[in-house]
Structures are given as C-alpha cells and as structure tokens.
C-alpha cells in the first residue's frame, strides 16, 4: 500500500512532486495526445489502484534517470522516446489499453495518464496532501 497519491489534469507547467528529494518539477510542453488526462502528480510514493469505468488508453511517462521503474514493459507499446517531458530529464512515454476495473499502478519511477471516455477513481488519493518528504541525496529538476 502506497502513500498518498495526487493526481490532476496534465498541461504544460502542471507542478509534479518528487517526495523523496523534497523537489518540484513541472510537465514541459507536453504534445496534445497527453494534454488535458487524469494524470498522477507524484513519483516515487508507492503503487496505488485505479478504479477505471470504461475502456481506457493509459500512458506512463518514465525515465531512466530516475531509477527504480518496476514495470514489465513487454507487453504495453512504446510511442516515443528521447523527449523532455518531466523536468530536465529524458523521458520515454508508453502505452497499454485497459478494460474497466481495478487496475494497480505503481509511481516508483513513473507518472500515470489515463486517456478515455470513462471515469477514474483511485484508492489513497487524496486532493491537496503529499506524503511527508524526506531528506534525500537525488536533484529534481
């Protein structure tokens, strides 16, 4: 079971958060097919579960730079790779149809978008609460 989760709508400048370096970083000029989802606003803070009420596209957005993506990747589609999306990093964005249900993600490493005609609900999200952040050695950007 994870922390708190936050989530949002994705737009360029949306502020992310990184509780284990106790940082801010922001989506930059994110393309119009990742504009405007429900999308997680933390990294590194734990799986969480997604109730999802239609069919949905999910995107994670990660990066290598960040360490710890736990994800099996064989089965969803890369759609891009070598662009600056989150910060000053080097993101790869990937793609995976879901059925509605209950699904687990997990934000080690990852931010969520979820693109659909359906709703979302997620378990341990929480408006406006972040988990405690801890002292850390990594730089946000």
Do not use: R
């Amino acid at each position: 079971m994870g922390g708190w989760l936050q989530t949002g709508m994705s737009a360029t400048g949306l502020q992310l958060w990184e509780p284990s370096c106790g940082a801010w970083m922001l989506y930059k000029t994110l393309p119009a097919y990742l504009t405007g989802l429900t999308t997680t606003t933390l990294v590194n803070n734990g799986p969480f579960t997604f109730s999802l009420s239609g069919p949905m596209t999910v995107y994670v957005i990660m990066s290598s730079q960040w360490g710890g993506f736990t994800v099996n990747l064989a089965s969803w589609t890369l759609v891009e790779s070598g662009k600056n999306y989150v910060g000053g990093y080097t993101n790869s964005v990937y793609s995976k149809a879901y059925t509605a249900g209950s699904h687990s993600f997990d934000t080690q490493g990852a931010f969520w978008l979820f693109a659909g005609t359906g709703s979302t609900s997620c378990t341990n999200c929480a408006t406006g609460k972040f988990a405690a952040a801890g002292a850390s050695s990594c730089t946000a950007k």
